[in-house]
């Protein structure tokens, strides 16, 4: 068997990482990656880089790691209200102004895309992993979607699980013996419980366990952190909301 813990979506939240990279210990699990989106909308945006770089985790350019790197014009998005709107630009600005510049040249040197290929005994697994989907990471794939969305994916990419982040909501779908399954968000969940989620993956020479895991941090402190920032307390708002 072979244990791979995938994550994304940190967005400057550095306990939340620490938190989960501390359970992944726990579990022993050997083979790590992530998914992009590094910084933006908590304090630690160098922070949470310099650990990824450090702990020498392969990561993906999410969108917002793309968007730091080469300076690219803010975008609103039309599913933001004003107020969210304007909270957004103010802490994209603030990452723009604070993440370093050795560490803009990290983020854009990140890979779009990876597949792995992993062999248990005499079965190779391919596990294709995305930000947002093959096409663009800031394209949105919800649970939702049709599984004809998924099985495009598959067809186009050969492998037998397709994990993506970006939409900071966690699903598993399995798709005819095939997987399509969001790993949630470190930093900034979606869900009601604002804990940070990963996936655990088993791989097996007969057969996929899949795994969406909670990890609690101490979303008070961060919040408390974020409002001592530059960043808009809409930010730390969020975190405190069930």
């Given at each position: 068997m072979i244990q791979i813990a995938i994550?994304?979506?940190i967005h400057g939240n550095l306990p939340a990482l620490n938190a989960v990279l501390a359970d992944i210990q726990?579990?022993?699990?050997?083979?790590?990656?992530?998914?992009g989106d590094l910084v933006d909308f908590a304090p630690w945006g160098n922070e949470v880089i310099e650990l990824i770089?450090?702990?020498?985790?392969?990561?993906?350019?999410?969108?917002?790691?793309?968007?730091?790197?080469?300076?690219l014009p803010i975008v609103p998005l039309e599913k933001h209200d004003a107020e969210e709107t304007a909270n957004r630009i103010v802490a994209i600005?603030?990452?723009?102004?604070?993440?370093?510049?050795?560490?803009?040249?990290f983020l854009g040197q990140l890979p779009y895309l990876?597949?792995?290929?992993?062999k248990v005994k005499h079965k190779h697994w391919k596990v294709q992993l995305i930000h947002g989907s093959l096409e663009s990471n800031e394209a949105y794939l919800y649970a939702s979607e049709p599984n004809s969305t998924f099985e495009d994916i598959f067809f186009k990419t050969q492998a037998d699980i397709?994990?993506?982040?970006?939409?900071?909501?966690?699903f598993i779908k399995d798709i005819?013996?095939?997987?399509?399954i969001n790993t949630g968000s470190v930093g900034r969940s979606k869900k009601m419980c604002k804990d940070a989620t990963y996936l655990l993956v088993e791989l097996h020479e007969d057969r996929i366990h899949v795994e969406i895991i909670q990890v609690p941090f101490d979303i008070i402190a961060v919040a408390h952190e974020i409002k001592a920032s530059g960043i808009p307390d809409f930010y730390a708002d969020f975190l405190l909301s069930e």
């Open positions: 994550f994304s979506d726990s579990k022993n699990i050997y083979y790590k990656y992530c998914l770089k450090n702990e020498k985790i392969p990561c993906l350019m999410g969108n917002h790691d793309e968007r730091i790197a080469f300076d600005k603030h990452s723009q102004e604070t993440i370093t510049q050795e560490n803009k040249l990876m597949q792995l290929d992993f397709v994990v993506m982040g970006h939409t900071h909501l966690p005819g013996k095939k997987w399509a």
